[in-house]
């Protein structure tokens, strides 16, 4: 009976032989392993170059992924302290820049609270001394009010009514009142050059009598002399001497017509002063506003000389101060206020030239 044909039985190669145990037989054995001899040598070594040998080759092939696990684990640990480390320092830094934020914000507000105590106290002062200046104006107000009143009440009473001047005592010039101011109405010339008869206008009508601008220059005579008539053309040109106007003599007259008491004044300012004191007006020949100017002397057709000045003036004197003296201006229609001074040396160019009115003489 022919039986099964067995397979031939492989041999063993030698090499198989010498498997380690646990080794599975047929696995293929590492190439980087030597063969060894049956007693575990290489051929050609001696015993400890195999053993050491053998170490290190065992050290390399457990150099896989289990053995890499602990450097990678050293790494990440490494790289978490450090971020710590970093984040410490940024919170280290961040502690620092509020401090110093805090400490530069409680500068500055100590500064803006002094600041602003030194406006307050300054708008304080300022309130005070307001208040003081606006304390002092009310008392001037009132002085002033006062004094107003006295004026008017000494206005509102009327002049004596003397038979003849008084004669000026020294109790009368030493002692003056602080300002006296005669309420004569305030007339506007009408004319170019009629200021004179303006003027005497005022102080006929102060006292009673009804007198027009026009109806004293009416009775003024015209002749080239001044101290005769009125000298040139009323209507001509402001300024000159040729058209001028009149003096002191021809006024007194017209006025005397009227029924008025009048008299040329003999004396400087403080005689006006006095007339103010006893109730007179005085018609006063100046310069315009009081303006420097240079007299002349005119030789005139009948071969007498007369002192003529330009921008020949006059006013009507009502009041006076320890400052100087209010008139009635007939070329402004207004009154106003000359400094003494200023108006002595005006007053003085044609010889302190006026005349003195006063209410008609009771007969």
């Known amino acids: 009976m022919v039986g099964k044909a067995q397979a031939p039985q492989a041999h063993p190669h030698p090499h198989d032989m010498l ?11 590492s190439p980087s ?3 060894v001899t049956q007693r575990g040598q290489r051929q050609g070594q001696g015993p400890g170059e195999t053993r050491d040998h053998a170490t290190r080759t065992a050290r390399t092939h457990h150099t896989g992924p289990q053995a890499r696990i602990p450097d990678t684990m050293s790494v990440t640990l490494g790289m978490l302290l450090l971020m710590g480390l970093v984040s410490i320092g940024l919170a280290m830094i961040l502690v620092y820049t509020l401090n110093r934020a805090n400490s530069e914000d409680s500068s500055g507000w100590m500064a803006f609270s002094l600041r602003t105590l030194h406006a307050e106290q300054t708008r304080d002062a300022q309130q005070l001394e307001i208040a003081q200046l606006e304390r002092e104006l009310e008392g001037a107000r009132r002085e002033l009010e006062g004094a107003r009143r006295a004026s008017a009440t000494a206005v509102a009473q009327p002049p004596p009514l003397p038979t003849a001047a008084p004669i000026p005592t020294a109790q009368s010039w030493q002692q003056p009142p602080l300002a006296l101011i005669l309420s004569a109405p305030v007339y506007k010339q009408q004319r170019s050059l009629s200021c004179e008869s303006s003027a005497a206008s005022m102080a006929a009508n102060f006292f009673g009598v009804t007198a027009s601008e026009q ?3 009416d009775a ?3 002749h080239e ?14 300024g000159g001497i040729e058209d001028y106007g009149v003096y ?4 007194r007259v017209a006025l005397a017509e009227l029924g008025l008491e009048v008299e040329h004044l003999t004396g400087g300012i403080e005689a006006i002063k006095e007339h103010l004191r006893q109730g007179r007006l005085v018609i006063a020949w100046i310069t315009y506003e009081l303006q420097p100017q240079s007299p002349s002397q005119v030789l005139l057709s009948d071969g007498q000389v007369v002192t003529l000045i330009p921008y020949e003036h006059v006013v009507l004197v009502v009041g006076y101060s320890e400052e100087g003296l209010w008139v009635n201006d007939p070329y402004s229609g207004t009154r106003t206020f000359y400094p003494e001074g200023d108006f002595v040396r005006s007053f003085a160019y044609l010889s302190n030239m006026g005349l003195v009115v006063n209410r008609p003489e009771v007969r």
């Not at 002399?225 to 402001?238: K, Q």
């Not at 002191?248 to 006024?251: G, H, K, N, S, Y």
Request: net charge positive.
């Open 19 to 29: 498997t380690p145990p646990g080794r599975a037989a047929g696995r293929p054995r």
């Open 215 to 217: 109806s004293i220059l």
């Open 33 to 35: 392993i030597p063969a």
């Open 248 to 251: 002191a003599e021809p006024v």
């Open 220 to 222: 003024l005579p015209i």
């Open 225 to 238: 002399n001044p101290h005769l008539g009125f000298r040139g053309n009323v209507d001509g040109p402001y």
